[in-house]
């Protein structure tokens, strides 16, 4: 049941004559977007861009290239990798169900044996700022405004009949605004889902498309290392997610440059999912992100993830044959502690000799000598 269950809810493949198509898609990609619940789409600062608004990836600040590969529900395996730095993204995930039985509408077996079903997707996208276009320097405010573009590749396959591919391309829109009245930087993002393309056509003759949907986010760091952000889908779809990003020395002392700790929660028509999470950036560039994603009828997922964080901002640089360093990264060095210096030996303290005798002192008579008279001789006081 819980194999019927997850088709249903995650991939909706079946002789049903349905018109839209759940896919892989439809999940919450990383484990830093999902541990906020989602809300992505109006922060988007970091190569999962690439999924959740392409138009970002023109302020990518750093590239870089994420992997994760998990265990659903215990039947299910879904895993992801992707690689994005500033104007450009790639990326592939798939999730495969294998060792499922053969059963009719009735749920009877139909055949002996059984069959896989894998879902596997393709992604690529771009991004551009309008100050990097011909016309941009005049712009004023709209040049932090950046378009972007994302092509997607579906493919099916498990039985001949239920086997099938398809693509879709979705345009972006990305605003960023560094500094809003001492309240830190705001960003809003704007996607639309499917807009063009082909659904998946299976072996039997039978069609689902992707369903154009609508998406709207935005972020706001109130406070230094605090960041709020929400998104809403058109179909009624809420997410919601926190972020709060530690650093101090006693960090640095163990090559630790940050710790964030994230929550967060997707609230639908159908389900209402929370999530929990914290991240690790070390020295080198390696960074670890773990999230708890709760579900009101399945088990509980857990989602670790690795992260590595190159030292220039493109991929397309290097190819190029061109530099673009990223900005150093914020470490907060640990306070120099002053050497203790030995201490410098003492010379040993000399013997000085005893003071000469003053000679305004009168002499003392010597009493024990018989020939003086020390008390008759005036020569003695």
Known sequence: MVVIALLVLIIGVGAASAQTLLSLYELERGARPAALGGAFTGLADDAYALVYNPAALAF?????AHGLVESRFGRAVYGSVLAGGRHLGVGLVFLSVSNIPWRDENDKPVQAGSFEFTQVGFTVAGGISLAELPFGAGLGALQNIALGLRAKILTVSTLPEGSGAGFALEPAL?????????????????????????????????????????????????????????DIEANGTVHLGGEYKLSNAQFARFGLLSLAVRGGVLISPSLVQA??????????????DYTALTHSELPLTHRLEVAYRFGFQSFLCPLLGRPC???????????????????????PEEELPPPPDDPSDPPECPSDDPTVDCENDPFWP
């Open 174 to 230: 990305f605003y960023k605004l560094n500094n809003l009245r001492g309240l830190g930087g705001l960003r809003i993002g704007v996607v639309i889902e499917n807009l063009l393309g082909l659904g998946v056509n299976y072996g039997s003759g039978h069609s689902e498309a992707f369903p154009i949907g609508l998406r709207l986010g935005a972020s706001l760091s109130p406070a230094p290392g605090a960041t709020i952000a929400a």
């Open 325 to 347: 360093p990223a900005p150093e990264e914020e470490i907060v060095l640990p306070p120099a502690e002053e050497p203790e210096l030995p201490e410098e030996p003492q010379p």
């Open 60 to 64: 990518l600040e750093r590239a870089s």
């Open 275 to 288: 999530s929990v999470g914290f991240g690790a950036r070390l020295r080198g560039g390696l960074q670890l």
